[in-house]
């Protein structure tokens, strides 16, 4: 059980296009999910909170015109990548928290290069 | 502000040669600490959860503990597929995010 997806597992855009990246929970329903992005060598950092049917929190520092948050449904979350640029290439990893549980269970990454 | 240290950044380890990693960490209201297993270019593998001092889980060769100030991560005759990163993070302050180490990079040469 606990399974996360996400998709698609990499993506190469040109620089001022748009990416969206989905995430669901397979197998639970997740009142909370979180958006993560991971350099080379370092460790996960938090972007934002969704919790179904209202408004992402950001993390300070992360843009919240550019990396848009969207968490239609108890297993379902997209984050759309605005006017990608180079800078914006990274790994991107969703998790999601089923409802009164701890453990936040992760996708497999979504790795984005623009060029 | 929560904190995380793990230690040490990278470890090598023969086959069959047991180890412990560890995990220090400050928060205010522990809620949990969580160990992730992450292999290269894949999102973190789910581990364990320890919510008190005290406690002691295992799956297979790996055993965590968890203490006031720190935790540590046993791996018992690794074996080479053992090799991967293991994250340390914890969740306290009545908040839900997760505070992550920079992780450990294991390699156990067979």
């Known amino acids: 059980g606990a399974v996360v997806s996400q998709h698609p597992s990499w993506v190469i855009c040109k620089s001022g296009t748009s990416v969206k990246i989905e995430c669901r929970s397979l197998d639970f329903q997740a009142t909370t999910m979180f958006w993560y992005r991971q350099f080379p060598k370092q460790s996960l950092m938090l972007m934002a909170t969704?919790?179904?049917?209202?408004?992402?929190?950001?993390e300070q520092g992360v843009e919240k015109d550019k990396f848009l948050i969207n968490h239609a449904s108890l297993t379902l979350s997209t984050l759309t990548v605005t006017s990608a640029h180079p800078e914006d290439s990274s790994f991107y990893i969703c998790?999601?928290?089923?409802?009164?549980?701890?453990?936040?269970?992760f996708g497999p990454g979504t790795r984005l290069t623009v060029t | 502000e929560d904190q995380v240290t793990q230690s040490p950044e990278a470890l090598r380890l023969q086959e069959g040669e047991s180890s412990s990693l560890n995990c220090s960490y400050t928060?205010?209201?522990?809620?949990?600490l969580f160990w992730y297993r992450q292999d290269p270019g894949k999102g973190p593998e789910f581990l364990f959860t320890l919510y008190s001092a005290g406690e002691e889980k295992e799956k297979e060769r790996l055993k965590a503990t968890l203490t006031k100030k720190e935790s540590f991560l046993h791996i018992t005759a690794p074996k080479p597929e053992d090799s991967a990163t293991y994250l340390c993070?914890?969740?306290?302050?009545?908040?839900?995010?997760?505070?992550f180490g920079k992780g450990t990079k294991l390699t156990v040469n067979p």
């Open positions: 928060v205010s209201g522990l809620r949990g």
């Open positions: 993070a914890v969740e306290g302050g009545g908040s839900e995010k997760l505070v």
């Open positions: 969704s919790n179904e049917g209202s408004k992402a929190t950001y």
């Open positions: 998790s999601a928290l089923g409802q009164g549980a701890y453990e936040q269970y």
